[in-house]
């Protein structure tokens, strides 16, 4: 099997994709910012998958020397990698882009696109050197297929990574293919105040009748990861419970 790096993987979306690759019998290492979420998080997964294998690497992944260090560190414990998940995303700011500032604009841009095209960069050039083949999976969002009032920075954003998953498998293929996930509101803790105040309006109209639960994405990106998409590539999955049949935001 394989070594695989989560960015994001402390909780959430991140958490139960890492979880789930463990169980398929990969090696993952969990990135995150906080070393102690970071930690509960390894522990959780080591509970429910004793035999796995599962490290840690502390890492902001707003500093551009990240994705080496990340990536040193994972081989020194793991060994080569040739899973990449880009699920790292951060989103400080709620209203309209003629009110956002420089700063705020410079943060949200260095996690949610700049640090997934570095972690590319740094996975082809580590793949080219072990002459390994790979796949890796972008955490978008249907916010990047849509506009939507007060997050609009953030979907701009989601819509650029959905463009850069096409850009990257053009240019990386055969050795490695680029896909992408677009979910819809997931119950996690980033989207814990959409959580709050839409699941019960939208549950209603959705054909699938809830919101999402983080392990209804990881299976889609363990998906994409497998062999079993071995004929995908610069695709993205929409999964929102039926929210684009519906035509709703």
Known sequence: MAVAIVTGGSR?????????????????????????????????????????????????????????????????????VSLLVNNAATNPWAGPLTEITSNVMDVIYQVNLRAPTMMIQEFAKRLQEHELHGAVVNVASIGGLHVEPMIGWY???????????????????????????????????????????????????????????????????????SSDAAWMTGSTIVIDGGNEVMGMF
Do not use: W
């Open 12 to 80: 959430g979306i991140g958490l139960a994709t890492a979880t789930r690759l463990v169980r398929d019998g990969h090696q993952v290492m969990l990135v995150a910012r906080k070393v102690d979420e970071l930690e509960a998080a390894a522990q959780q997964i080591r509970v429910q998958v004793p035999d796995g294998v599962v490290g840690v690497c502390p890492a902001n992944l707003r500093d551009i020397d990240a994705p080496a260090a990340i990536f040193d560190v994972t081989y020194e414990m793991l060994g080569a």
């Open 155 to 225: 979907n701009v954003l989601k819509a650029a990574l959905i463009h850069l998953t096409r850009q990257f498998a053009a240019e990386l293929g055969p050795r490695i293919r680029v896909n992408t996930v677009a979910p819809g509101l997931v119950r996690t803790q980033f989207a814990a105040m959409l959580v709050d105040s839409l699941e019960d309006r939208l549950s209603e109209r959705l054909p699938l009748g809830r919101i999402g639960e983080p392990d209804d994405v990881a299976r889609a990106i363990a998906f994409l990861l």
